[in-house]
Each structure stands twice: as C-alpha cells, then as structure tokens.
C-alpha cells in the first residue's frame, strides 16, 4: 500500500484539519465530535441542512458545506458510518430556530444514526426532518442496505435543497424539495480497479487485469455482473440504460448529468465518457439542462466512474442555478 499519510487512525482527522486550513473562509471543523461546519454558523432564521457518511469519499460530505449547501457534515471513520453524537452535536451548531434537515444515503448504519439523533433533538424540542437518498439502480438490496444504494443524487439533493434554504425556505419546503429532487435522481457505477482502505492495507476485492465490475457500490460492494474490459462508449451505455429505463425518461424532458470519478479515474478519461454520456441522452431525445464531470463522490482511489441522472423542471432548475460557494462546488458568486 503506498497512500499519502502520517498514521492510519489519524487520516480522518488530520484530513477535516487540512480542509478547514485550506478554505478558512466557507467551513471550521470539529474534532470531538467530528463535525465540518459552515464558518459564522449558526445563521439566525435559516433552516440548516445536516448530512454525512463514512470518510473516504470525498469531497462528499465536507466539501459540500458552505453558502447554497449544507450547514455541516459529519464525517465517519472510512467507510463508516458517524455515530449519533457527530450528528446531535452538528445541528446543535448549525441551529438557527428554523429546524433541521438531514439527508442520509441509505445505509443501514447511516439511517439508524440520523434517527438516534433525531430523537435526542427531538426531545429539546428541535425540529428535526429526515430525506433519505436511495438512487443507485444497480441491485435492489446489498451488503449495507435494505432497498437501493444511497449515491450520486446526494450531491443533487444537497446542491438544490440548499439552494432553497438559502433564500430563506421553510423546514417543510425545503423537505419537499429534497424529496423531489431524491425521487427524480437515479444512478449506476463501475469499477476499473479496486479500491483499498487504509486501515486494511490491501485491496477491497480482486479484478483481473482485463475485468471491471458494472454496478459496483461506492464501498467496493459488488454490483449486476463482472465482466471483460470494453470500449468506454459500450460501458457508459450500460450505465445511462439503466437509469434512463428506471426513470422512465421520455423524449423532450430535461436532465442535470454527473459524470462522476470514483477517485482515480483522470479528468482525461471522463470527459471521455462524459462525451458518450451527453451523445446517448440526446439521441434518445433528452435535453441536457445541466452536467457536473470530475470527482465528487468517490471511493478513495477506486478507477471507474458513475452517471447520474435527474429529471428536472423549471423549479429545480432554477434552484440549481443558484449561487453555491463551498471547498468543491462553486458558481455564481
């Protein structure tokens, strides 16, 4: 293993250190309990946005806090999830008196900790509402969930949810709006290579040098089927099938697409695929309102890529199009 670190059960927090060192001016961060949250928090009247997962993907979910996103993000160890501590104290921190949103990926052990959390603000009357992202179509069930992967779609749900409680939404709009957004997004990965966890040392699972796996999970789970190295047009077709076919998507609707690296796919390579990904969309009469391509929820140095899909209107557009300002996203400011 060669990775770029001091020691293995430092990597979490030394990592929320360098993040807060680097960009001073969006986030600060926690370290007992970890929390990255927004710099000037709370912000008085504002529903705060609350999400977070295991480490090892980034920039999800601490690149994501800043103006136009989320108000805090706890992040676990790697590729675990964070406790129910992490994510009573981060809404304590970010709790303007307009209420908290969490948005979970679903997997078991995230939901079952955003609930415990809950209930414990809940109980000093916080108000506290739930979405839960369930978007990967690859498999129904899998090593870490009941019902589908929680993937791409969070950064969806976080960008436009966040939009919406930046211009001052009410808890319960801004979950409408979350909710929109988690039932319009769909996703499907592949793996090149493995990935390989520090505290392991070792590859997650083994491909040969000819293999890849379609519909793999952000954690190295397996996915529809292991099959022989192809072109990258016929790979992404099968990912855009997928969830163009699940989405029921029809001829003159609009999507946002992103074009995701799992963490060591180069920028050459997915703009590539992005290439393939907008081509398949518009002849099969899709509008490409939108599109992200480069890394944004990744499976630390995993090879591959993932495409997501969102079905949007004129409301979640224009909430799209609203200025963003955090470590990983930024525009119209």
């Not at 001016?25 to 007992?32: F, G, I, N, P």
């Not at 519909?215 to 072109?231: D, K, S, V, W, Y």
């Not at 099968?238 to 029921?248: G, H, K, N, Q, Y």
């Amino acid at each position: 293993m060669k990775k770029l670190i001091n020691l293995v059960d430092a990597i979490v927090d030394e990592a929320g250190d360098g993040l807060a060192a680097a960009h001073p001016d969006l986030v600060r961060y926690q370290r007992d309990p970890r929390v990255v949250y927004r710099a000037g928090s709370p912000i008085r009247g504002k529903t705060a946005l609350v999400s977070g997962g295991g480490s090892g993907h980034e920039p999800l979910h601490g690149g994501f806090v800043g103006l136009g996103m989320l108000n805090a993000a706890c992040p676990g160890e790697v590729f675990t999830s964070p406790v129910p501590d992490q994510m009573e104290s981060a809404a304590r921190l970010v709790d303007g008196g307009a209420g908290i949103l969490f948005i979970v990926k679903n997997y078991t052990g995230d939901v079952m900790n955003f609930d415990l959390a809950a209930e414990l603000l809940r109980a000093d009357d916080i108000a506290v509402s739930t979405v839960l992202v369930a978007d990967d179509v690859a498999v129904k069930d899998s090593l870490y969930t009941a019902g589908r992967r929680g993937v791409g779609a969070t950064v969806f749900v976080e960008k436009i949810a966040g939009a919406a409680a930046e211009r001052g939404a009410s808890l319960a709009e801004v979950e409408r709006i979350a909710q929109k957004v988690a039932a319009e997004g769909r996703s499907m990965g592949m793996a090149l290579t493995s990935c390989t966890v520090p505290a392991k040392g070792s590859p997650t699972f083994e491909l040969g040098a000819t293999e890849i796996e379609i519909g793999i999970g952000i954690h190295g789970e397996p996915g529809r089927e292991r099959t022989a190295l192809r072109e990258a047009r016929e790979i992404v077709e099968t990912l855009v099938r997928a969830s163009a076919d699940d989405l029921e998507l029809r001829r003159g609707e609009r999507v946002i697409v992103m074009t995701n690296g799992m963490g060591g796919t180069p920028l050459l390579e997915l703009y590539v695929a992005h290439r393939d990904v907008d081509r398949m969309l518009r002849d099969r009469g899709i509008q490409v309102a939108g599109a992200l391509v480069g890394n944004y929820i990744t499976s630390l140095d995993m090879q591959g890529c993932s495409v997501t899909l969102l079905r949007v209107d004129d409301e979640l557009l224009d909430l799209w199009h609203a200025p963003v300002h955090t470590p990983a996203l930024r525009w119209g400011v």
